[in-house]
């Protein structure tokens, strides 16, 4: 990094303190602190939603990925069609009932009991998995790019940890969620633009997109969209069982990644939160499906650039570090590219976009903890106070969630030692299923009421849990074979759907032998419920812009797999 670079990203920094004192003026109530005074464009909407999924684990961990497992990933990357149900299907329920969070649709479909489960669930998760793993991708970008800038590499990885984790909550607290999605926009052409000059300079150098194919087809099996089964142990040489074959067969594929893609896009408090800030349910829709457009991106410009540093790395160009037991540190594979192919300037441009991953989705993260803390549990616990009240404990919330993950970071940089996307692929793989099916069955079958609902929640998630600590035992003590063993090694892509069945049984059998929900808890926030006037305010809010804009999404996701399913044929 050159005295250029670092002056490139002062002036980003710059723009953000300028966007958190604008935004921080007005930030009296409730709406305008948790939901920028639902004043949002669709535009700035889907920035956002964008900017918010991209973090530093998507950057880092999807070129790791690409570097070490082709185009397996490009599947979670590739749910712009998930965002659209967003838009088209979930929306019109959240938007128009004028909740805050999701815990609270909940308690308003349900009871208090779901809304509570749902609460304390997404928070745990949220400072144990996602604050943690986007603090670590992005401190290990700092190592590579830093080495020596602050004495030592770990000086490096806690100093960028430690800084981005303060700063971002800084803007968070006084800024609220309009600081975060102002500062996305800003951010979303930021990582557009660094993230694209890496996959140009990349090809450039390699020699071409026919050059990559031609490296690529070395390994076809390794870099394909679809894979078989069964897989091959790499040191014996036997096969693999398809029930534990961890290289994303095509059926787990098919499996997981819709139940995951739902829960993430379409129920979670972390994405939704954008679509409830907008100013009209036109607006709302309209961010969703812009967000689309941008999701479909990502697979070009950070999982290709991926597996174009692979190709560097073979042909001796770039010398990516290796780990301990001598296989490539994918992980590494982003920050090296940009420190070895970029000219000065360009350089600080992209450490820039990196910084704008990691602090807009850890912004989001902050403030939806904070959210989720104020509305569903200090609220409950203290109603009646006033809303400058409720304001400043979010603040708290939000400094409470920042000192959090700077305690877990230490114990998240001795558990990600493997690839972290795939790690968080796999965590929300065991939480998504109960969630996705108590959503689901929730807005479109009446007949599911607060008992099924709340035991399939809880059961799905004690199994979930479960698994996840089965694997770290057995990791941890070194098991070679015993039912745990079995039990470890199952597939997370089959796990998640085994869950979504048994949480599925559980919501559906359990409300069938109860009592139904009253008319209250199903009027005007289920299919069914929709009253004339609502499905008449619902069909006047979008017209042939939002269906061309659908198809539009729609073809360019059909056209990538379509396109990578036959690239090394």
Request: with cysteine; proline share 4%; charged share 10%.
């Amino acid at each position: 990094m050159q005295a250029f670079d670092w002056a490139l990203v002062a002036t980003y920094f710059a723009g953000l303190v300028w966007i958190v004192k604008w935004s921080s003026k007005k930030q009296q109530t409730t709406a305008d602190y948790f939901l920028a005074g639902r004043h949002a464009s669709w535009f700035v909407v889907g920035a956002s939603l964008f900017a918010s999924n991209i973090g530093s684990e998507h950057i880092v961990g999807l070129a790791g990925s690409g570097a070490s497992g082709g185009m397996a990933m490009a599947h979670w990357e590739l749910h712009a069609w998930v965002m659209l149900l967003l838009g088209w299907v979930f929306v019109p329920f959240y938007y128009q009932s004028g909740v805050y969070t999701m815990p609270e649709f909940l308690e308003r479909r349900f009871n208090s009991k779901t809304r509570w489960v749902l609460s304390v669930v997404s928070l745990v998760a949220y400072v144990f998995t996602k604050v943690s793993v986007t603090v670590y991708a992005g401190a290990l970008v700092f190592m590579t790019l830093l080495p020596d800038t602050f004495g030592t590499p770990d000086n490096a990885f806690w100093v960028g940890a430690i800084t981005t984790v303060v700063l971002t909550g800084i803007y968070t607290i006084f800024g609220g969620l309009r600081a975060v999605l102002y500062t996305e926009v800003a951010q979303t052409v930021v990582l557009l633009l660094g993230s694209g000059l890496i996959t140009y300079f990349g090809l450039k150098e390699l020699g071409g997109w026919g050059e990559l194919k031609a490296v690529a087809s070395e390994n076809k099996a390794g870099f394909a969209l679809w894979r078989p089964l069964t897989g091959v142990d790499p040191t014996t040489g036997a096969t693999i069982p398809w029930w534990r074959n961890g290289d994303f067969p095509w059926i787990g594929i098919l499996i997981a990644s819709p139940v995951i893609g739902i829960w993430y896009w379409c129920t979670d408090q972390y994405i939704v939160q954008r679509t409830l800030a907008a100013k009209g349910l036109t607006d709302a829709r309209r961010g969703a499906i812009w967000g689309g457009f941008l999701k479909v991106w990502p697979v070009l410009i950070f999982l290709i650039p991926g597996i174009i540093g692979l190709a560097l790395h073979k042909k001796g160009i770039i010398s990516i570090p290796l780990k301990s037991e001598g296989d490539l540190d994918g992980d590494q594979v982003f920050a090296t590219m940009v420190s070895s192919l970029l000219p000065v300037g360009l350089r600080g441009l992209v450490v820039a976009g990196l910084i704008s991953a990691l602090m807009s989705s850890l912004a989001s993260l902050f403030n939806s903890c904070a959210t989720l803390f104020t509305i569903d549990i200090y609220q409950k616990l203290k109603p009646g106070k006033t809303e400058k009240e409720y304001v400043t404990v979010g603040r708290v919330a939000t400094t409470l969630v920042v000192v959090a993950g700077l305690i877990w970071i230490p114990i998240m940089k001795q558990m990600a030692g493997g690839g972290i996307y795939k790690y968080l692929q796999s965590v929300q793989g065991y939480l998504a299923p109960p969630i996705t099916a108590v959503f689901l069955l929730g807005l479109f079958w009446r007949r599911i009421n607060a008992t099924g609902a709340f035991y399939g929640l809880v059961i799905g998630f004690i199994l979930g849990m479960a698994k996840l600590v089965i694997e770290a035992f057995v990791t941890g003590q070194g098991i070679q074979e015993g039912p745990l063993w079995a039990i470890a090694q199952f597939n997370f892509l089959y796990y998640s759907g085994v869950l979504l069945v048994i949480s599925t049984a559980i919501i559906i059998l359990l409300s069938l032998a109860t009592p139904a929900p009253t008319p209250d808890k199903t009027d005007g926030i289920t299919w069914a419920g929709l009253s004339r006037k609502d499905r008449r305010l619902i069909k006047e809010s979008w017209n042939l812009w939002d269906v061309l804009g659908t198809a539009v999404v729609l073809g360019l996701v059909l056209g990538m797999y379509l396109y990578f399913t036959f690239w090394l044929a």
